[in-house]
């Protein structure tokens, strides 16, 4: 069964303090692999897309990286700010036009 | 850029009620999609379409019927509402082109429903 599994669930965090969320997938031949930040009573925004294995994307204090079967986001001295729920999504071979899965997506608190 | 905007923001009905969720896109893009979303799970598809005139069923389409008359719209209906579809719901679109799959571009999420059925 395809599947798409982020962890922690939630993370709590000092600020200043980096850490990494985890999302691994076991999927079909994957496509593509995305992050999302979605902030409370907001829709998902998105950050990144990765391909393949081995590659790097980063914005300011977040970098996603990307394995054979997981994925992860590291936040580098985080701030406040950046405070929202993560989600992962991975879009792999099926049907006629492709598939999409979402995680259940990493609540990230950052306290000053 | 508006993007992709939903209305209402909020709505309480009660069970047996009927309404219509509305989603609207600028971007000119040719897939649009209708998700729920509920605690401690992910974002679910309910029902997508590729292009005007032509619409499919996701993973949880029961209770909910749509349809795509122009490329902008895409709206929602309930028939008969029930409590077990109390939930946010999201819609999103993105850039189809000439590609084989509308996952290939980033989904663009509207600000979503909140939606009580009591």
């Known amino acids: 069964e395809d599947q798409v599994t982020q962890s922690p669930e939630a993370l709590r965090l000092q600020e200043g303090e980096s850490s990494s969320l985890n999302c691994s997938y076991t999927v079909s031949g994957l496509r593509g692999l995305f992050w999302y930040r979605q902030d409370p009573g907001k829709g998902p925004e998105f950050l990144f897309t990765?391909?393949?294995a081995g590659e790097e994307k980063e914005k300011e204090r977040l970098k996603a990286t990307l394995t054979k079967k997981e994925s992860f986001l590291h936040i580098t001295a985080p701030k406040p700010e950046d405070s929202a729920t993560y989600l992962c999504?991975?879009?792999?071979?099926?049907?006629?036009?492709?598939?999409?899965?979402f995680g259940k997506g990493t609540k990230l608190s950052v306290k000053p | 850029n508006a993007g992709v905007t939903q209305t209402p923001k909020f709505q309480v009905l009660k069970t047996g009620q009927s309404m219509t969720l509305q989603c609207a896109q600028d971007?000119?893009?040719?897939?649009m999609s209708w998700y729920r979303q509920d605690p401690g799970m992910g974002l679910r598809l309910i029902h997508y379409?590729?292009?005007?005139?032509?619409?499919d069923q996701g993973e949880v389409p029961n209770g909910y019927n749509v349809s795509r008359s122009t490329t902008e719209d895409f709206p929602l209906r309930l028939l008969s509402a029930a409590p077990s579809q109390t939930s946010v719901y999201f819609c999103a679109s993105s850039y189809f082109g000439t590609g084989d799959s509308p996952y290939n571009s980033p989904l663009h999420f509207g600000n979503g429903t909140r939606l009580t059925v009591t």
């Open positions: 379409s590729v292009g005007a005139g032509i619409t």
């Open positions: 999504a991975v879009h792999f071979w099926g049907g006629s036009q492709g598939n999409l899965i």
């Open positions: 971007m000119n893009h040719e897939y």
């Open positions: 990765l391909y393949s």
